[in-house]
């Protein structure tokens, strides 16, 4: 299928972030942010600190609401929906791997990758199963009775993507994943990420500050103060 016949599954329409509101210190993060991505898709969002980039995973992940605008995820209007609906949405539709892990300290890596799993009503046997699987898939299949404090940063991150991929989700979030990482392990976290778009068609939005890590995506979109300022294809076209 082309690439402009995919169907939009994120569309952000004049979205606005505002904090105290109504306050002297108000406080606008983003300034009115366009921006659709398609089905399969693998985009950057880069930026500086303090660019919005953050703000703008937060609503994207539907882990805040905007202020202003209008955001349909997979033709679900975000505005309009209920918490309980979103948090369902959250748990199913969207897997986060953030820099810092998120991992439960004192519990295993298999347990870990079983918990959103466990959120989502998912038996015991079929959860254990899936989450052996998910294991072996980024390679810490050896490695999955060791709690985090016994892991590597980069299979703590690798733990955290085969968390991500639990309920199946269409889209992973992924927040500057290799911020933590030397430049080695980073590549094999990388590697993982493309794998899970070309192979499993996963709609995958990265945030980061490297550009070098932006240009292996398909679609670079800059974000400085709050606004995005360009887009262009980076080589993973």
Do not use: W
């Not at 899970?196 to 995506?217: C, M, P, R, Y």
């Amino acid at each position: 299928m082309a690439e402009n016949e995919r169907e939009v599954i994120i569309d952000l329409r004049g979205i606005v972030k505002r904090f105290y509101i109504g306050m002297p210190n108000e406080l606008e993060i983003l300034h009115g942010i366009d921006l659709q991505v398609r089905d399969g898709e693998f985009v950057s969002i880069v930026g500086e600190s303090g660019s919005g980039k953050s703000t703008m995973m937060n609503i994207i992940g539907i882990l805040d609401r905007p202020t202003e605008g209008e955001y349909t995820l997979e033709g679900v209007d975000v505005a309009r929906a209920k918490d309980k609906d979103l948090s369902l949405i959250r748990n199913k539709k969207i897997g986060f791997v953030f820099q810092t892990y998120n991992l439960i300290s004192r519990t295993s890596a298999i347990k870990n990758v079983e918990l959103p799993m466990l959120y989502a009503g998912m038996g015991r046997r079929e959860r254990h199963e899936r989450a052996k699987e998910l294991l072996a898939m980024v390679g810490m299949a050896e490695r999955m009775s060791h709690s985090p404090d016994e892991l590597s940063g980069g299979q703590k991150q690798r733990v955290a993507i085969a968390r991500a991929m639990g309920n199946d989700p269409s889209i992973i979030l992924a927040d500057e994943p290799t911020g933590a990482l030397d430049s080695q392990t980073g590549r094999m976290v990388m590697d993982i990420f493309h794998k899970l778009n070309e192979e499993q068609g996963k709609t995958i939005v990265l945030i980061t500050h490297s550009q070098e890590l932006a240009e292996e995506t398909q679609r670079i979109v800059t974000l400085k103060d709050g606004r995005i300022i360009g887009e262009r294809r980076g080589s993973g076209c």
